[in-house]
T-cell receptor, first 112, second 111 residues
Framework: GENVEQHPSTLSVQEGDSAVIKCTYSDSASNYFPWYKQELGKRPQLIIDIRSNVGEKKDQRIAVTLNKTAKHFSLHITETQPEDSAVYFCAASKTGANNLFFGTGTRLTVIP | NAGVTQTPKFRILKIGQSMTLQCTQDMNHNYMYWYRQDPGMGLKLIYYSVGAGITDKGEVPNGYNVSRSTTEDFPLRLELAAPSQTSVYFC??????????FGQGTRLTVV
């Protein structure tokens, strides 16, 4: 099956700085790459996703980039704010698959 | 739409007891999943289902059982609870290669 690796496991940034979280995947057939945010004590929720037919997608301060050749994708958060503090999970899936494979998570702390 | 609903939110079990975690979704999703999340850790897949009557094991199925008699419901059964099953359990549903919707989680403590 798919193997998704995520780095770093923890990340601290000053408020206003950018944060980047990286994931690699093993199955070249994967074509759907979502990112989930999990605030303390709450459920994971989708914040952005990208499909393999595009290389980059933006939504306000959040962007995701995908490099299919290298089999990695990244989450970029600009102008970080304290409310961005959470655990972020990447995931990978493919059409026809029965499963969604998650990375191990990155705990982001934004220091005011 | 309620989305994915899990019950209960909290539960304390004694070692050796059994219980069922309930999960219901109203989005007509074929795919449903059970994950466990240990403190400070990621999501580990316990069982999943691709449709009514079909279930399969994930990464950590030992000590658990599931059933999928309807599209809406996907209960998780714990038999003979052990301290190692202390965790937060999330149910999720999705259509193929699209957003997964999670329930609010069940915090289970086995003492």
């Amino acid at each position: 099956g798919e193997n998704v690796e995520q780095h770093p496991s923890t990340l601290s940034v000053q408020e206003g700085d950018s944060a980047v979280i990286k994931c690699t995947y093993s199955d070249s057939a994967s074509n759907y790459f979502p990112w989930y945010k999990q605030e303390l004590g709450k459920r994971p929720q989708l914040i952005i996703d990208i499909r393999s037919n595009v290389g980059e997608k933006k939504d306000q301060r959040i962007a995701v980039t995908l490099n299919k050749t290298a089999k990695h994708f990244s989450l970029h958060i600009t102008e970080t704010q304290p409310e961005d503090s959470a655990v972020y999970f990447c995931a990978a899936s493919k059409t026809g698959a029965n499963n969604l494979f998650f990375g191990t998570g990155t705990r982001l702390t934004v220091i005011p | 739409n309620a989305g994915v609903t899990q019950t209960p939110k909290f539960r304390i079990l004694k070692i050796g007891q059994s219980m069922t975690l309930q999960c219901t979704q109203d989005m007509n999703h074929n795919y449903m999943y059970w994950y466990r999340q240990d403190p400070g850790m990621g999501l580990k897949l316990i069982y999943y289902s691709v449709g009514a009557g079909i279930t399969d094991k994930g990464e950590v199925p030992n000590g658990y059982n599931v059933s999928r008699s309807t599209t809406e419901d996907f209960p998780l059964r714990l038999e003979l609870a052990a301290p190692s099953q202390t965790s937060v359990y999330f149910c999720a549903s999705t259509t193929r290669a699209s957003e997964a919707f999670f329930g609010q989680g069940t915090r289970l403590t086995v003492v």
